[in-house]
Each structure stands twice: as structure tokens, then as C-alpha cells.
């Protein structure tokens, strides 16, 4: 909207009025209400204080530690060289011709090209991904579980999240006046709180049992679901395993336990399984949610349920490139029609994830050319994950304050603190919530950025922070022992 003023000298001219058609007043409730703890204002902060470090700003550190957010090559891990040169060769396919690259990364690049229009990764693919890659997605959950998998069931999406949220959508319907309930694990990973908040759903928290290594109880599962069915319609269960940002590897009868309260309650169960691959405590094992609803049996194998993976964890952390598959088991086939004809809307999955995931589900064998060094990288680099979970479970566990669970999986420690009052009184003189305030100390006087667990939820009156494990084994010794230096301090100073 226009309008002319008068202007000093008698000219007119043209000025646009003030008022603005979107406004914080007029926007949805829900994306007000959603919340992004591992990209909050921390994470704001600890980019202002690089920028001020580039500007020749003098503070107690030379550099910021990113330990809050989970990005494998951020951190200094190296891609795995046989997905890059097949990702290479199937964007530039002038390399399969004239480049050194071994045969098998050429065939797959091939093979994956044969399937894009035009032989080109440019062109759209199905809705639902690739379909040569849906079969071997299939092939692979078929050796994994030891159960059939049927490939369209099948979606690739960009990253787990996004196929997170296509089936969240689907409850996005109040009944009897009731909105929908999701049962979230606490401590959970802000995704779910915050796309929970978006599509105007109702966020059900059951806690995690941090004194038995972070596991389900029953007991709580039921607790939890009473209290919720009162206002709203309790439809679905997340369950995060291995965990984030807890670390836990859930044992089978906990799975079985989960999934025979779903049964019972008729909830449509999520599996959020994107870090199995992630597992370090020798007396632990994954065990995928499919795998146990298929042989507890009748009448617990009809149970419906949706599993996600991603190219962003594990030993590949190609998380730039957002490469994610789900597979949904038991969802009635009208609806499984209305969720492919939802993702229709977005035309497709980012093409180069598409890829990435295949070359996770169809790894070279023995006796290809490419399998020694892959089989190399992959080995050191989860050995070396397994290795620094076991440093910052050790260490923090020798900090005074400090009482950390083994760090059984994925790829954070997520220790619980043990605020001294006074701590805890200068937080809320300054309106923060303790750990929060505790995190902002340790950033400002180390430049070490974690995520308080109050982003994540946790018990009342119990403070904790999520720090990842994937600063390489040089950096993360100097963090640990740098964190030493400021818990020393900050105790010093508050107790």
C-alpha cells in the first residue's frame, strides 16, 4: 500500500506505509510455539563469538569447540572415499570415462544413472525415491532382520526428519474435539518437540530412567499415558535407539515391552533408529523395532510402525548431503496412498542423499576393488568413535559435579550436573534456567558449546547438557581437560 506525503520544499513523494501484511501478532501459534533447542540461542552465540574471534577479539580461547550439534564432518571426520567417488561420478558422469577411479564405483554410478531421466541426477525422480535403490533398501532390511521387506513400504526422503515429520502429518486431526497425542521420550531430540509444536499436536512426555542406564520402564510408559488421555487422543510412540542425547541402547525386552504396550494402547509406533550402526558397549546390541514386532507374533507383529534411517550417523555423516529412508510396516494401504500422495507435493528427495543411501545398503563386498579401503575407513572410524565415548564417559566421571552414564551408543554423552545453589539463585537473578546459565559460563570463559538439557527435557530440579563425541581424539582430550579447568572454577566460585 502507497501513499503521498507532502515533503519539505512542497515536492511530493511516493512512501510505503509502515504496516506490514505478516506480523509476529498474525503468525500461526504453532510456529511460535516451536522450539529448536540444539540450534538455539547457544548455538547463536557461539557463532557471534567465531565471528569476534576472526575480527582479532581477545578471549581466554583461541577457537570454539562445537560439541552441541552432531556433525561428523564439521568435526574432522573424513569422508568415506567409495561414496564420494560415486556420488563423483554419478553428478559428473565425464569421470566414469576418463577418471582412475576403481570399476565397481563406476558400475555403481552407472547403474544408479540408469535409473535418472535423461541419465542425469538433475531430473526428477518418483515422489518416493529411486525405485532400484527402494529394492535394495529392501534387500538390506531383509538380511538385517531376517524378515521379508517389501520395497513399497519403502520411501527415501531428504534425511530421517523429513520422513519424521510426512508421518506426523497424518495425525493432524483432532477426533471428539481432542487433539492428537504423541508419547515422546525425556530427555528427546528437539525435533520431535519442535514439529510436534508446528503441526499443533500434543507433545506426551514419558521419562527415561536415568538411573538404570536410561531405559523404559513400564510402569512409566503407563503413568505417563494416563495422564495424557485425559486431554487428548494418545495415538503414537517415538522411541529414540540408540538414544539421543542419552546414548542408551535399548535391550530386547524393552523393545518387547514397548511394543506390547502399543498393542495395547492401539498407538502407531516411530523408530527413530538412525544411529544403529552407533553401538560401543561390548554388552550391547541393536535390535530394530521390525525385527522383534516380527517375532513376538501374533497378534503383536500387527502393531503399526514406521522406521527411520539416515546417511547423516553411523560411520558415513553425510549430513549435508540429507539422505534418509523410512519403512512403514502395517499401515493400512488407503493410508500408506495418502502419505505417498502427500509427498507428491515436494516432487522428490534430494537425489544425491538417494544415492548416498544406496551405496549404505549396498556396500562393497570382498573382492571388489573398492572393499579393502572401505572396510578400513568404516572400521577405524567407528573404532575411534567407541574410543572417545569411552574418554568422555571416563573423564566426566572423575569431574567433581559430574555423574555420567555409559555412553552405550549414538554419539553423545549426556552428563547430569549437580548445580551448587548459588549457581542455581545467579541463574534466576539473570532469568535463566540453571543449565542454561551454566552453559552460557562455559562458552563465554572456554569457548566449549554444549546443549543444556533443558532443550531436551529432563526430571524436575535435575540439570544436564548433551555434548557430542566427535571432536577428534586430540580435540576432544584438550575439550575434556579444558572442561575440567572451568567445572574446577565454576564450583570455586559458587560453592
Sequence with gaps: ????????????????????????DKLSPNILAMEYAVRGPLDIR?????????????????????????????????????????????????????????????ARACEILESCGGYSVGAYTSSQGIERI????????????GHPSDWENICLSSGASAGIKNILRLFCKNIDGKKTGIMIPIPQYPLY??????????????????????????????????????TCNVRAIVIINPGNPTGQVLTRKNIESVIKFAHEKNLFIFADEVYQQNIYDKNSQFFSFKKILCELGEPY????????????????????????????????LDVRAQLYKSMSAILCPNTIGQIVIDCVVKEPCPGDPSYDLFNKEKTYMLKSLAERAMMAHHTFNRMEGFSCNN?????????????????????????????????????????????????????????HFRTTILPQPKVLKEMLKIFEGFQAKFLKEFS
Excluded at 306 to 332: H, I, P, Q, T
Aim: charged content about 25%.
Design 1 to 24: 500500500m502507497y501513499r503521498h506525503v507532502k515533503c519539505h520544499g512542497g515536492s511530493n513523494r511516493c512512501s510505503q506505509v509502515s504496516s506490514k501484511t505478516l506480523t509476529i
Design 46 to 106: 557461539a557463532r557471534e563469538i567465531e565471528k569476534e574471534l576472526q575480527s582479532g577479539a581477545k578471549k581466554p580461547f583461541k577457537n570454539v569447540i562445537k560439541a552441541n550439534i552432531g556433525d561428523v564432518h564439521a568435526m574432522g571426520q573424513p569422508p568415506i572415499t567409495f561414496i564420494r567417488q560415486v556420488v563423483a561420478c554419478a553428478v559428473c558422469p565425464s569421470l566414469i570415462e576418463t577418471c582412475c577411479f576403481p570399476a565397481d564405483v563406476k
Design 134 to 145: 527402494r529394492k535394495n533398501i529392501a534387500a538390506y532390511l531383509a538380511k538385517r532382520d
Design 193 to 230: 518437540t519442535a514439529a510436534i509444536a508446528e503441526l499443533g499436536l500434543v507433545s506426551v512426555g514419558y521419562y527415561l530412567d536415568e538411573d538404570n542406564d536410561w531405559g523404559l520402564s513400564a510402569e512409566e510408559l503407563q503413568r505417563s499415558y494416563a495422564a495424557a488421555a485425559t
Design 301 to 332: 507383529c500387527k502393531t503399526e510402525l514406521a522406521s527411520f534411517m539416515s546417511a547423516s550417523k553411523c560411520y558415513m555423516g553425510e549430513c549435508g548431503l540429507r539422505g534418509g529412508w523410512m519403512e512403514v510396516v502395517n499401515m493400512d
Design 407 to 463: 555412553v552405550q551408543g549414538a554419539m553423545y554423552a549426556f552428563p547430569r550436573i549437580n548445580l551448587p545453589p548459588k549457581a542455581i539463585q545467579k541463574a534466576k537473578e539473570n532469568k535463566m534456567e540453571p543449565d542454561v546459565f551454566y552453559a552460557m559460563r562455559l562458552l563465554e570463559e572456554s569457548g566449549i558449546s554444549v546443549v543444556p538439557g533443558s532443550g531436551f527435557g529432563q526430571k524436575p530440579d535435575t540439570y
